[in-house]
């Protein structure tokens, strides 16, 4: 029961996080790369745990929750999150126990690069571009830099995911351990003081005999008084 509302607040954590970087992304001017980014890390928090249901309805509703505050107006801003920066920590989770991972790359750059060309082909559609020659090689400049970013970018996310991973684990046990005393005691450093405060007594302890007794000549434990008499 704890366990699924750790849960449970981490996909709620994720989802507000990401919305409000992706409210910072559109409304800001040239931040909107920043809200990707940022808002693709917040939606690892749930991930960090497994729970890919909660990654995914986070994923939703931080989309959902951007498209009143921002994201109708600038839909051509959100549109690379919803196509993929807020889906990707969740392709990376459902794919991480593929074995061909060139194949899993391949494929998750061309996915990348199809965003980028249909995000630049809404663009395109409603501004007017300030020069002919970008209408011309934008999409061999996006299909070849884009390319070689993903990978880059892939790279960088999949630590980051890690580091995730590291900080909400100790998060977790932290709040599971108990705080309660420890229970009273011997201490390992009391035996040492007692032997210090025993005096002669410790000598008993390490030799058997009594404090004061002497050995004759025959090697026999005595007495001062014996040894008189």
Same mark, same amino acid.
């Given at each position: 029961?704890?366990r699924?509302?750790?849960q449970i607040?981490?996909?709620?954590?994720?989802?507000a996080?990401?919305?409000?970087?992706?409210?910072?992304g =559109?409304?800001?001017?040239?931040?909107?790369?920043?809200?990707?980014?940022?808002?693709?890390?917040?939606?690892?928090?749930?991930?960090?745990?497994?729970? $890919?249901?909660?990654?995914? &309805?986070? +994923?939703?509703?931080?989309?959902? @929750?951007?498209?009143?505050?921002?994201g109708?107006? #600038?839909?051509?801003?959100?549109?690379?999150?919803?196509?993929f920066?807020?889906?990707?920590? =969740?392709?990376n989770? &459902?794919?991480?126990?593929?074995?061909c991972?060139?194949?899993?790359?391949?494929?998750?750059?061309?996915?990348?690069?199809? #965003?980028?060309?249909a995000? !630049?082909?809404?663009? %395109?559609? @409603?501004?007017?571009?300030?020069? /002919? !020659?970008?209408?011309?090689w934008? +999409?061999?400049?996006?299909?070849?830099?884009?390319?070689? =970013?993903?990978f880059?970018? /892939? !790279?960088?996310?999949?630590?980051?995911?890690?580091?995730? %991973? +590291?900080?909400?684990?100790?998060? /977790?046990?932290?709040?599971?351990q108990?705080?309660?005393?420890?229970?009273?005691?011997?201490?390992? /450093?009391?035996?040492?003081?007692?032997?210090?405060?025993?005096?002669?007594?410790?000598?008993?302890?390490?030799?058997?005999?009594?404090?004061?007794?002497?050995r004759?000549?025959?090697?026999?434990?005595?007495?001062? %008084?014996?040894? $008189?008499?």
């Amino acid at each position: 029961m704890k366990r699924r509302s750790f849960q449970i607040a981490l996909s709620a954590v994720s989802c507000a996080l990401a919305g409000v970087f992706m409210i910072i992304g =559109l409304n800001v001017p040239f931040a909107f790369v920043t809200g990707y980014i940022f808002a693709e890390v917040a939606l690892m928090l749930p991930l960090a745990k497994n729970f $890919r249901m909660g990654g995914a &309805l986070a +994923y939703a509703a931080a989309s959902l @929750l951007c498209l009143p505050l921002g994201g109708l107006a #600038m839909f051509y801003k959100l549109f690379p999150f919803i196509a993929f920066f807020g889906l990707h920590p =969740l392709v990376n989770k &459902l794919t991480e126990k593929i074995k061909c991972r060139p194949a899993v790359l391949i494929g998750e750059a061309v996915w990348f690069v199809g #965003m980028l060309a249909a995000a !630049w082909a809404l663009f %395109s559609h @409603l501004f007017e571009l300030p020069f /002919d !020659w970008l209408e011309k090689w934008a +999409y061999p400049v996006i299909v070849v830099g884009g390319g070689g =970013l993903f990978f880059v970018y /892939d !790279w960088l996310m999949r630590k980051a995911q890690k580091l995730v %991973s +590291y900080y909400v684990a100790k998060i /977790d046990r932290s709040g599971g351990q108990s705080t309660a005393a420890p229970r009273s005691g011997t201490r390992e /450093d009391v035996g040492d003081v007692f032997e210090e405060l025993a005096g002669p007594e410790s000598e008993k302890s390490e030799t058997g005999a009594e404090p004061g007794a002497n050995r004759n000549e025959n090697g026999k434990e005595g007495t001062d %008084s014996d040894e $008189r008499q």
